[in-house]
C-alpha cells in the first residue's frame, strides 16, 4: 500500500510499480479508493493495462470487508503475485484499520510489504514549517502529518520538478518531524530513485506497526473541511478538437476561478476518453500551474470526460463552479454534453470496521 495526501503521486508511483514487478514476470493487481464513483485513477490505471478494482464509496478503513472482496476478484482466473493499493488521500490511521486487520485475519494469505507514504512536495512543505496561509486549517494539516507518521518510509516525490535545495529541505523537515523514519527521494514520472524504493519494497520483516496516538474528532473534522466532486459525462462536438487543449483549459481555468474564491484545491484531475486513447491533466495545488501529465496527442469529436475535483471549499460551490467552466469549455467548441452524472459532498465521518493496535 502506497498512502499519502491528494496529488501526492500515488497513481503514478503505482503505475511504475506495476510495471517493474510485470517486467520481473509477476502478476499484479491494483486496487484503488474514494469515497465516490467515476475515479479518474482507475480510469487511467486500467487504460495503461492495468488489472484494477475499485473500491467507492468509502476508505480502505471504513469498507475493509469490500476491499478484502476486490482482492479476491482480482485473483479470479489468476492469483496476482503482487497486489498495489492506493488509500483515499484524506485518509490515514491505516495502520491500525488495513494492515493490522490483515496481519490479524488473513496473515496465511499476504506477505506485507514496507508501508510507504508519498511527502507531497508543495503542500507538506507548508505544513511540515507549520506556516500559516498554507491553503488548509490546521484540522486538515493534521491528516497530513498523521500520514506520515505511519509511514515505514516516507517518499520524497517530484524531485525532476523541484530544485534540488528544495528536496533537501523536505528531506530535512520530514527527518526532524518524523526522526527514525527512512526517507527516500524519486521522481514518479521518470522512474528516478525506484531502484531504490523497489528494494525496499523488497524486504522481508515485520512492517506496518506504526500504529498512531490519533484523534478522530479532529481527522473528522479535517477530512470534512474539503469538498468532493466526482462527474462524468458524454461530449459531442460537429468539429474535431484537441482532447488535450480541452482537459488543461478544464483544470486551469477550475484552478483561476478557485483563486478567485479563495479556495484551495487539494487535487484537481481530468481525464478525457474515447476508442482506446485517452488523455489527463490535474493540479496539485494553487501555486503551480496545471500539467498535462499524459497527453493522448488526438483531436476528437466525441469523448468521455470525467473531472475529480477535492477542494477546500463548499461542495455545493464547488459543482456550480465545475459546471460552469465545463459549460464555457464546451460552448467554445460548439460541443454538446450528455448522460452527465455528478456527485458532491463532504466526507463524513470515519468509522473503521476494524481496529486494531500491535500489542
Not at 492469483?79 to 491500525?96: F, K, M, Q, Y
Not at 508543495?122 to 488548509?136: A, D, Q, T, Y
Not at 460537429?238 to 477550475?254: A, K, M, R
Not at 478557485?258 to 479556495?263: D, K, R, S, V
Request: glycine share 10%; charged share 25%; hydrophobic share 40%.
Amino acid at each position: 500500500m502506497v498512502g499519502g495526501f491528494l496529488g501526492a503521486g500515488k497513481t503514478t508511483t503505482l503505475g511504475r510499480l506495476a510495471s517493474l514487478y510485470m517486467e520481473q514476470g509477476l502478476s499484479v493487481g491494483i486496487v484503488t479508493n474514494d469515497q465516490a464513483e467515476d475515479l479518474v485513477d482507475t480510469n487511467t490505471l486500467r487504460s495503461q493495462g492495468f488489472d484494477v478494482g475499485e473500491v467507492a464509496g468509502a476508505c480502505f478503513c471504513c469498507n475493509f470487508n469490500e476491499l478484502m472482496g476486490t482482492i479476491e476478484e482480482l485473483g479470479t482466473g489468476q492469483r496476482p503475485d503482487v497486489i498495489l493499493a492506493e488509500p483515499v488521500g484524506s485518509c490515514t490511521d491505516l495502520v491500525a484499520t488495513v494492515i493490522q486487520p490483515i496481519k490479524r485475519l488473513f496473515d496465511a494469505e499476504f506477505e506485507i510489504a514496507p508501508y510507504t507514504v508519498i511527502l507531497k512536495p508543495s503542500h507538506g512543505k507548508r505544513i511540515l514549517r507549520n506556516e500559516s496561509g498554507g491553503g488548509f486549517s490546521p484540522k486538515a494539516a493534521y491528516i497530513l502529518k498523521k500520514q506520515l507518521e505511519e509511514a515505514d518510509a516516507i517518499l520524497v516525490n517530484r524531485i525532476d520538478e523541484i530544485d534540488p535545495a528544495e528536496v533537501d529541505e523536505l528531506t530535512q523537515l520530514a527527518q526532524e518531524n518524523f526522526p527514525g523514519t527512512p526517507t527516500l527521494r524519486l521522481s514518479a514520472k521518470t522512474g528516478e530513485g525506484f531502484e531504490g524504493l523497489f528494494e525496499f519494497l523488497a524486504q522481508q520483516g515485520d512492517f506496518g506497526k506504526r500504529v498512531l496516538d490519533i484523534d478522530y474528532d479532529i481527522y473528522a473534522e479535517g477530512e470534512a473541511e474539503l469538498g468532493w466532486l466526482n462527474s462524468s459525462l458524454h461530449i459531442d462536438a460537429e468539429v474535431e478538437f484537441s482532447l488535450d487543449e480541452l482537459l488543461l483549459e478544464i483544470v486551469n481555468e477550475l484552478r483561476e476561478a478557485l483563486i478567485e474564491q479563495g479556495a484551495e484545491p487539494a487535487h484537481l484531475k481530468t481525464i478525457g476518453l474515447w476508442e482506446g486513447f485517452f488523455g489527463v491533466a490535474n493540479l496539485i495545488c494553487s501555486d503551480t500551474p496545471p500539467e498535462l501529465s499524459l497527453a493522448s496527442g488526438y483531436d476528437v469529436k466525441s469523448i468521455e470526460l470525467i473531472v475529480n475535483a477535492r477542494v477546500a471549499c463548499d461542495p455545493v460551490i464547488l459543482e456550480q463552479t465545475v459546471s460552469a467552466v465545463l459549460e464555457d469549455a464546451l460552448k467554445k467548441r460548439n460541443a454538446t454534453k450528455r448522460d452527465q452524472q455528478t456527485r458532491s459532498f463532504r466526507p463524513g465521518r470515519p468509522v473503521p470496521t476494524h481496529r486494531f493496535g500491535n500489542e
